[in-house]
């Protein structure tokens, strides 16, 4: 079975922790004694009141979970009937910048987050750079949020639209933008949040990628 080796990046606060730990939950790939943890976690260390808080599948580490951020790089692995996966889930902030680029170095694509109320800023950009740079074939631009901007369509073709002029020129071979919820999940493995919306979801455009290495 092919293996799609991808990061997720953007910058801070974006939600690319929350994403991965939902897209884990979603898919069915948390066990019984890693829901046990995630639901202790979340009334300990939690964000999200008495839900449960998916970022905190992935940040691990005990300085991320007091402040709040993705400093290391975090590994998991799940896979669909058609695929399966390695992610790495990468830092926002800029001085964590390095420990990106190196996951971006052996990936076949990017989960590229960015928060519907910002759009594209300043870190958004400096990832895209450092993935041509590096060569990662293929970017999905995952507008999360989605849900605090009402689903708003002109909010998402808006930044859509940003994103695919910085890109077209960068020599990127596939290219897609979809709207998000990374905390109800929606458009994460399933439909959701927008009926505008017609193009895959996050796991649909995953297992459709065409540039991926073998287990």
Known sequence: MARLSFLTCGSVDDGKSTLIGRLLYD???????????????????????????????????????????????AHRYFSTGL??????????????????????????????????????????????????????????????????VGWDRGVFEEISERFFEVTYELGFKELQSIPVSALSGANICFAGGADWYEGPSLVNWLESVSSVGTE
């Open 83 to 148: 695929r399966s996966f390695m992610i790495a889930d990468t830092p926002g902030h800029e001085q964590y910048t390095r420990n990106m680029a190196m996951a971006a170095s052996t990936a076949d694509a990017a989960v590229l987050l960015v928060d519907a109320r910002n759009g594209i800023v300043t870190q958004t950009m400096r990832h895209i750079r450092i993935l041509s740079i590096i060569g990662v074939p293929s970017i999905v631009l995952a507008v999360n949020k989605m849900d605090l």
């Open 27 to 73: 898919a069915g790939r948390l066990y019984d004694d890693q829901l046990a943890d995630l639901e202790n976690d979340s009334r300990r260390h939690g964000t999200q009141g008495d839900d449960l808080d998916f970022a905190l599948v992935v940040d691990g580490l005990r300085d991320e979970r007091s402040q709040g951020i993705t400093i290391d790089v």
